[in-house]
Structures are given as structure tokens and as C-alpha cells.
């Protein structure tokens, strides 16, 4: 069946440091939608990404549909960004899998 | 826009009771969607609905849940003979027809003792 991995399976920075999220699945993509969690919180989303590169802040998703992969970077991390990371390919069918998600702790 | 509404935010019922969860989803909205969270399991993909009609329910145990739309503006989730491993974070999500990307409500948490 249709696999999503997600990469690394957590993550621990210094404030300020830098972190790339990856995202690879099994079979052929459209596009690619990354979402935020806090524990316990919703989803919300941080990128809906058809291909290429789109920056929002400190956030740049990269999605290369031919590879099947998207990366989430977050540059000069903060404490506030501290959650979980998911990735969601879209396959062009209503059924959207997740990823395991990427859990992210920032110290101070 | 107040986005994805559920109701309740928590809910605990005792093993056997009923469980019913509402779901609004965002005006103008075709598609809603449910899914279910669980630290295990992660994001399960549990039921979809387009145009109130249901499309696919693959996601559902058979046996005791039950989703229907009655109206555009509001989804439920019923389950009966609720079990403890039941209990999990349960999530509705809109869009529309024309788009793929998803608006997710702040979910329920359903703990069953």
C-alpha cells in the first residue's frame, strides 16, 4: 500500500539552529500539504505545495513531485516552534494518508 | 470564516455507551472528511463524504461506528458499545471541491473508561 515516511523521527535544537524536515512516499504525488501540531492541539496547515519551493517566514517547502519527496526547512528555530510536523501527499484521490510526523523540540 | 467547528472538545463515556460527535464544517465547504488520532496509530483515515453523500467509509470499523451528513453544514459520528480502545483524538476536515488542501477542526477527545 501507499507509504509515507518522514524523516527524522524526532528532532532536539538549540534556539536558533536550523532544522530540515524530509517527506518521501511510496507512489506518484500531485502535490504535497505539511501541518503543524501542538500536543494535544489541531492541525494547521503550514504549506500547501503543488511543486517547487514556497518560503512563509522562516518556513521553505521544497516538494519535487518526479522524486516523490518534499522537505519542510525552518531556519533560526524557536521555542514556539516546537511541535509535530506532518506531511500529507496528494494523490489525486480524496483519501489523504499522513506521515508518523516529525516531533520538534526547541530548547532555549 | 470560524473555520472547522467539533463539538464536544472532550467527551468520556463509560465502556458501552454511545458516543456522538458533531462536526461544522467550513461554509461553502463540499468535502468533509474524519479521521482519527491515536499516539499508536498516528492519523487514520476513517470516512468522506462529498456533497453530503458518503463516499468512502473503508476507514470505518464496520461493527459500531456510523457516519452520516444529514445537511451541508453539519456531519456526526456516532459510536455505539463505545470500548477503551476507542478512545482517541477524533478529527473532522473540510475543503473544497477544487482543492485537495485540507482545514482541520480542533478535533474531539473521546476517552473511553
Known amino acids: 500500500g501507499q507509504q509515507v515516511q518522514q524523516s527524522p523521527t524526532s528532532l532536539v535544537l538549540q534556539e536558533g539552529e536550523n532544522a530540515e524536515l524530509q517527506c518521501n512516499f511510496s507512489t506518484s504525488l500531485n502535490s504535497m500539504q505539511w501541518f503543524y501540531q501542538r500536543p494535544g492541539g489541531s492541525l494547521v496547515s503550514v504549506f500547501y505545495?503543488?511543486?517547487g519551493t514556497k518560503q512563509s517566514g522562516r518556513l521553505t517547502s521544497t516538494t519535487v513531485i518526479k522524486e516523490r519527496r518534499s522537505s519542510l526547512h525552518i531556519s533560526s528555530s524557536q521555542i514556539t516552534d516546537s511541535g509535530t510536523y506532518l506531511c500529507a501527499p496528494d494523490t489525486n484521490a480524496y483519501k489523504v494518508i499522513f506521515g508518523k510526523g516529525t516531533h520538534l523540540h526547541v530548547l532555549p | 470564516n470560524a473555520g472547522v467547528i467539533q463539538t464536544p472538545r472532550h467527551k468520556v463515556t463509560g465502556k458501552g455507551q454511545e458516543a456522538t460527535l458533531w462536526c461544522e464544517p467550513i461554509s461553502g465547504h463540499s468535502a468533509v472528511f474524519w479521521y482519527r488520532q491515536t499516539i499508536v496509530q498516528g492519523l487514520e483515515f476513517l470516512t468522506y463524504?462529498?456533497?453530503?453523500?458518503?463516499?468512502?467509509d473503508s476507514g470505518m470499523p464496520k461493527e459500531r461506528f456510523s457516519a452520516q451528513m444529514p445537511n451541508q453544514s453539519h456531519s456526526t459520528l456516532k459510536i455505539q458499545s463505545t470500548q477503551p480502545q476507542d478512545s482517541a483524538v477524533y478529527l473532522c476536515a473540510s475543503r473544497t471541491g477544487s482543492s485537495y488542501e485540507q482545514y482541520f477542526g480542533p478535533g474531539t477527545r473521546l476517552t473511553v473508561l
Open positions: 463524504f462529498r456533497n453530503q453523500a458518503p463516499i468512502d
Open positions: 505545495n503543488p511543486s
